[in-house]
């Protein structure tokens, strides 16, 4: 399984880095193959490029701003999960994915 | 990175408005800040869209403002929990960061330190070390570990 995600917050100053660690976290425990990029304050961290995107076999955003290159994701399916709850209940927005995937 | 004048433990402390005060006054007084009242403005309008409590008794309320001079972390311990946030979603903190960027923040040292001390938070650890802690220059030492970590990249 390799999932790639982006976590974003407004301010881009705690919380996106936050709900990072805390995806990370969760991905690597259930064993899974991961790059999670920050678009935050200090710009965009970890990119994504388009062969990784295209070979996930999930895209997580917890993102609650508009992206940066957003059209990397065009005509992909995307799961849209929440920044705050990425950050507390990880474990929840995985299992959400999963779902939203077909693969649970 | 983080300045041991800004790490406090305070159990007097009644709500969440009497801490921010608290602390961005002591951040003011080291002369961080151009102008409190307009840094505590950001403060609050990052906290009405959503409140900074992020669970595990922590709270990192921030706020990115021309009125800062430089980019700061301030940390509380306090060992009466305060009620963060409003209604339903209010949450107990017990831990409390603080955090000040200016609008046009160009060092990005500071801007890493900051990102990684949110990081660490995830840390159950790193947590459970700052808790138990039993005065500020025990805390201000944990707080400092994170120094080495920006050297390394994440």
């Known amino acids: 399984m390799y999932v790639v995600g982006i976590t974003a917050c407004p301010t881009g100053i705690a919380h996106t880095y936050m709900a990072q660690e805390s995806l990370e976290k969760e991905l690597a425990k259930r064993g899974y193959e991961y790059k999670v990029e920050t678009q935050g304050s200090i710009g965009v961290e970890n990119e994504l490029e388009q062969e990784e995107v295209d070979r996930a076999d999930m895209i997580i955003l917890c993102v609650s701003i508009q992206i940066e290159n957003q059209e990397r994701f065009d005509d992909k399916k995307v799961f849209y999960g929440d920044v705050d709850e990425c950050i507390s209940h990880p474990d929840r927005v995985v299992d959400k994915a999963l779902e939203f995937y077909g693969l649970k | ?154």
């Not at chain 2, 961080?32 to 505590?40: G, H, I, P, Q």
């Not at chain 2, 869209?49 to 301030?74: K, Y």
């Not at chain 2, 890493?112 to 808790?131: C, P, T, V």
Request: charged share 30%; net charge negative; hydrophobic share 40%.
């Open chain 2, 1 to 154: 990175m983080i300045k041991r004048e800004l790490v406090f433990f305070k159990n007097d402390l009644k709500s969440q408005d009497e801490c921010l005060r608290y602390m961005a006054d002591a951040v003011n007084k080291l002369g961080l800040l151009s102008d409190e009242e307009t840094y505590l403005q950001a403060v609050y309008k990052r906290e009405e869209e959503f409140s900074t409590a992020v669970g595990f008794d922590v709270a990192i309320p921030h706020g990115m403002s021309d009125a800062v001079n430089e980019a700061f972390i301030a940390f509380l311990k306090t060992d009466v929990p305060l009620l963060w946030g409003k209604g339903d979603d209010a949450k107990e903190v017990k831990l409390i960061f603080m955090i000040g960027v200016p609008e046009k923040e160009k060092n990005v040292t500071h801007l890493k330190f900051i990102s990684q001390i949110s990081r660490h938070l995830i840390d159950e650890k790193f947590r459970s070390d700052l808790l138990n802690c039993k005065d500020a220059d025990e805390a201000y030492n944990y707080l400092n570990v994170i120094n080495d970590g920006i050297k390394g990249g994440k």
